[in-house]
């Protein structure tokens, strides 16, 4: 039997599914998908990082006496050549976003394709109430999987050791030039192997629960790229953590299990991927100047502005600032959180389709277990409160960095400040609120 291994967001050889169920002659690959690349700008970092990682990929492959092949096509076009070779199938881990889906659907019609769960530790079809019907809520989810979370270690994929390379031209690297692309500076925690961020962030783990709300503590993990490109498996992390046995840990692997809820979300309700998840109409603002001005940074709102710099200088953003950029956009602003998702999608590393959708739509109070229509951020108040000296926000914005830090969490403080120039805020935090809550209650009205 000869079978693809179609890597994809599983660039590793550890915990790999696809290296376990293969039988014996393989044909290891990559694709640069043209249909996706063509939609990303030349510095979209991310091209950078994953470039790299496959490179990484294939040595590792070349050590176990396998290679890669790499290709830059469209999906359809690699297999309609590769099944004149005479290929028996295609192993792949599953992607569940609606790309992926028609992709694979595809594929599928041309060679037969194997789909195997390796990117989440939970199958979506088997994380289910006793009435056979998904969750909705993630804390009765959560309790649910008590035989996983209290398990001392997750069972990993083995890799099968008898797999030989079949003949192939292994040697077509294309460049990142070539694909049209440029070469982009990376943070410097994408240049450390996940398991040493892993033990840099395990001598934190004791301060997480606190720090991780505090952004200019340097108090997550750093994980989230390495885990959505497959660098490192859910599974791994989970193990890591639970094999020292550290009380303090269990909120961490919470959170993980907030991915895993998300991932279960858009497997059950895939229209939650383009439409409210509670069916609730709302008729969003179309002001495209406020859209611009918060994607730029430039709202007024030191802190807004900050974190959405930040996110285009550096492709990073932490997730209490996440929750309060989304707020301030669909609450005061009130505009369609699917704008803000697609920005999202262009320009995070670690942008996963399921998490930001779900995290998306909870800010906007329209998803599950999404935060209730009147819980509205004030962006002064989580500044003052997370970030009282104003670090953070000095780091990003350098013409700030002698100003009084309370003028930073007052609304349009900085105009009392002759010295420097700043905007004022392109709406009133408080009216704004008001007025979301009343267009919320209307839409709810409306729909009931």
Not at 6 to 32: E, H, T
Not at 65 to 71: E, R, S
Not at 89 to 94: G, P, W
């Amino acid at each position: 039997m000869s079978q693809i291994l179609w890597f994809r967001r599983d660039l590793r050889i550890s915990d790999n599914a696809i290296l376990s169920y293969a039988k014996k002659d393989v044909l290891p690959i990559f694709i640069f998908d043209k249909n996706i690349l063509n939609k990303l700008p030349s510095i979209d970092k991310r091209v950078t990082f994953i470039y790299k990682s496959v490179l990484e990929l294939k040595k590792k492959l070349q050590g176990l006496g396998l290679d890669l092949a790499i290709f830059y096509d469209e999906p359809i076009n690699v297999f309609t050549k590769l099944k004149e070779k005479g290929f028996d199938e295609v192993l792949c881990s599953v992607d569940f976003d609606s790309y992926a889906k028609k992709r694979d659907e595809e594929i599928e019609k041309i060679i037969p394709l194997s789909r195997y769960l390796d990117s989440f530790i939970l199958n979506p079809n088997e994380s289910l109430k006793a009435d056979g019907t998904p969750y909705k809520v993630f804390t009765p989810f959560y309790k649910s999987m008590y035989m996983i979370t209290s398990s001392k270690n997750l069972e990993t994929f083995k890799r099968n050791e008898n797999l030989e390379k079949m003949e192939f031209d292994y040697d077509f690297i294309p460049s990142l030039k070539q694909m049209g692309f440029e070469e982009q500076n990376m943070p410097a925690f994408l240049k450390k192997d996940a398991y040493v961020l892993l033990d840099e962030f395990k001598e934190k783990i004791a301060d997480y629960k606190e720090a991780r709300d505090f952004f200019y503590l340097d108090g997550t993990s750093k994980i989230s790229v390495h885990l959505r490109f497959g660098l490192i498996s859910a599974k791994e992390i989970f193990n890591y953590f639970k094999s020292f046995e550290d009380v303090e840990s269990e909120f961490f692997i919470r959170e993980i299990f907030w991915r895993e809820f998300y991932n279960c979300i858009l497997f059950h309700f895939p229209q939650s991927e383009n439409k409210n998840f509670n069916n609730i109409e709302i008729n969003w603002s179309e002001n495209q100047e406020h859209f611009e001005k918060w994607c730029e940074g430039k709202t007024g709102v030191p802190i807004i502005d900050a974190a959405m710099r930040h996110l285009n200088n550096t492709g990073t953003m932490h997730n209490r600032l996440r929750m309060i950029v989304a707020s301030f956009f669909t609450k005061n602003l009130f505009l369609d959180w699917k704008k803000g998702e697609e920005y999202f999608a262009l320009k995070l590393l670690d942008y996963e389709a399921s998490s930001n959708i779900g995290s998306w739509q909870w800010g906007a109070s329209t998803g599950a277990d999404a935060s209730p229509y009147f819980r509205v951020f004030n962006p002064y108040t989580q500044s003052k409160k997370f970030d009282p000296e104003g670090i953070f926000i000095k780091s990003v914005i350098p013409e700030l960095k002698n100003v009084e830090p309370k003028l930073l969490h007052m609304e349009n403080g900085l105009s009392s400040n002759l010295f420097i120039e700043y905007p004022k805020s392109i709406v009133d935090v408080s009216i704004s609120r008001k007025q979301a809550i009343e267009n919320f209650k209307r839409a709810k009205n409306e729909n009931s």
